[in-house]
């Protein structure tokens, strides 16, 4: 199987012990060909537009987490858009809200969202959303950012309520999916998923977090997306080669500054 992990955090890993360079070799010999690690803090981007660089197959993006909304500086539209004209970077994000945690204010959440959200039709690129606890107000303000202008991206480690589904796929939204589609408590969840329509499915690991079974537990790396495929490609009753290759499809339908990898 050819995979792609559609949101992951490398920079997670150690560089100098030679950690980095192992997860990533264990992530090709496990199929995952394309692999995007996340961009969390505008200041801490370079980092992660350096391992983006180091690796042919790793892309980034750029933007703020809901989390750090009022511990990052501020940005502007212009100066996000600034960012993504390195050629490693492919989306916004990630961004959104997330009112279970509320680590930052709900008004500067929503601001730094909607700077992103702006960022993101400028650009031309895919927005990555968070949403946890906050799925209403998620949904309202990615259907105003929608009617404002062409707007893309995708509802990332989804796992919360068919309403956000529901309405991201309305807009042209993608949705992913982490290893919490395996956790066994996550009954809702399946049900879900099964009735999302195939050509808005992807998969991803969040990692080094929400290791899927029979890893959980334990530190999770983008080898183990192979978990999650096989999980949802049972739930549609598909070949997981086949749901693999309509996930890394979707992908690079959505994320067209990447570009599949080579023959080896």
Known sequence: MILVDSHCHLDYYKEEDGELDAV????????????????????????????????????????????????????????LVELTRHPKVIGIGETGLDFYYDHSPRERQAEVFRTHIAAARESGLPLI????????????????????????????????????????????????????????NAIELREIVREIPVGHLLVETDAPYLAPVPHRGKRNEPAFVTHTVDQLAALRGMVPADLAAATTANFFRLFTKARPAGPA
Do not use: N, W
Not at 60 to 67: A, D, Q, R, S
Not at 147 to 167: E, K, V
Not at 169 to 178: A, N, T, Y
């Open 24 to 79: 990533v070799a264990r992530a090709r010999a496990a199929g995952v060909a394309t692999m995007v690690t996340i961009g969390t803090r505008i200041s801490e981007f370079e980092r992660v537009r350096r391992i983006a660089e180091r690796y042919d197959d790793v892309y980034c993006t750029v933007g703020i987490h809901p989390h750090e909304a009022a511990s990052e500086p501020k940005i502007s539209v212009a100066g």
């Open 129 to 184: 959303v968070h949403s946890r606890g906050a799925d209403p107000e998620t949904a309202e303000m990615l259907q105003a950012g929608a009617t404002g202008g062409a707007l893309q991206g995708l509802i990332h480690c989804f796992s919360t309520t068919r309403q956000l589904s529901d309405r991201a796929i309305e807009i042209g939204f993608l949705v992913s999916l982490s290893g919490i589609l395996t956790f066994k």
